[in-house]
């Protein structure tokens, strides 16, 4: 294996773990830096690595995940006969050092040599995925890890549902890790300079303007012909949204109809729920009246700034 061990993750807490991870490009990371992921956009990494965010709790998928690992490793080593050792350390590319690398273990395969080891968890909604292969993110996050470790294959194996277990393998590929490395470079120039990655339609994007100009002034400029493309896509996807939201109530009408006064509904695979619920809040507008002076005492004033095209 050809890497530098950045630090050991041996007894290593959590917090200290997401502050090493900070410092460079992670295999969890990489999808989301080419802008390939279907969760993460750059903007939102990028805010993550320069510390403009707070680290996002493990969320449940992830916590199983990690659970599972350890008997997803043995279960693969008892199904193939492969010896594979765990790797508690962060490992760091040599030449491009914010690569990082944390890889669940390295495999002894008899007739490939050693390779990386992958243990993954994935509902049943994504088996198709894994059918023929693996997801893409999946696939640029151990090529990436191949780009770290130098290593030549790696081995994924998933339980999928809880009850079905698959292994695939993955060779390494010149091509896409030059690539990565190209793509990383420049985004982690973003992260050294401060300066963000091109604005998106991500949450993380919108965060980011708000940050930058929180408050308006009474001007107003001329903005450059090009933004009429951005203002023509904007306004075709409003139209869109309205849309597809008459649809979608179109259709949940109908369901209802159907339910009427039944609180579920089952049909092949899904389950429709049309529930009663109870909620109490404060009427603030009958608070104001009988009480001004406990109302005032407890209002509190927000800023924002108010988007629209005419």
């Known amino acids: 294996m050809n890497a530098n061990v950045l630090v050991s993750t041996k007894d290593m ?16 990371d990489v999808a989301a830096v080419c802008g390939l992921s279907k969760w993460r956009s750059p903007m939102e990494v990028w805010l993550d690595k320069t510390g403009q965010v707070e680290p996002k709790p493990a969320t449940e998928a992830a916590f199983w995940g990690t659970l599972m690992e350890p008997i997803i490793r043995q279960e693969f080593a008892n199904r193939t006969g492969f010896k594979i050792r765990q790797v508690s350390a962060i490992l760091q590319h040599r030449r491009f050092p914010f690569m ?3 890889i669940d273990g390295i495999v002894a395969d008899p ?43 790696a081995w994924v194996a998933v339980l ?38 091109p604005i998106d339609g991500s949450a993380a994007s919108t965060e980011l303007l708000n940050r930058l100009y929180p408050n308006s002034n009474s001007q107003i400029i001329d903005l450059p012909v090009d933004s009429l493309q951005w203002i023509q896509q904007f306004e075709q996807a409003q139209q869109e949204e309205k849309e597809a939201a008459y649809r979608k109530e179109e259709a949940a009408n109908h369901i209802k109809e159907l339910l009427g006064e039944f609180e579920q509904g089952r049909v092949n695979d899904k389950l429709i729920t049309w529930k009663s619920v109870n909620s109490e809040r404060i009427d603030s507008k009958a608070l ?4 001004p002076e ?6 509190k004033t927000s800023s924002y700034r108010r988007f629209s095209v005419k």
Do not use: C
């Open 13 to 28: 807490k959590y917090q200290e773990w997401l502050e090493y991870r900070r410092r460079g490009i992670g295999g969890s």
């Open 100 to 102: 990082f690398a944390n």
């Open 111 to 153: 007739n490939l040599g050693e390779g990386i080891f992958e243990a993954k968890t994935a509902s049943a909604y994504r088996a198709a995925e894994w059918e023929h292969g693996i997801p893409d993110e999946y696939t640029l996050q151990v090529q990436h890890y191949m780009a770290v470790t130098g290593l030549p294959f």
């Open 160 to 197: 999928i549902g809880g009850n079905q277990f698959v292994w695939r393998l993955i060779e390494r590929d010149e091509g896409i890790i030059d690539l990565l490395i190209q793509l990383e470079s420049r985004f982690w120039k973003h992260v050294e300079d401060m300066t963000p990655p």
């Open 288 to 291: 104001r009246v009988a009480h």
């Open 294 to 299: 406990i109302a005032a005492a407890f209002i």
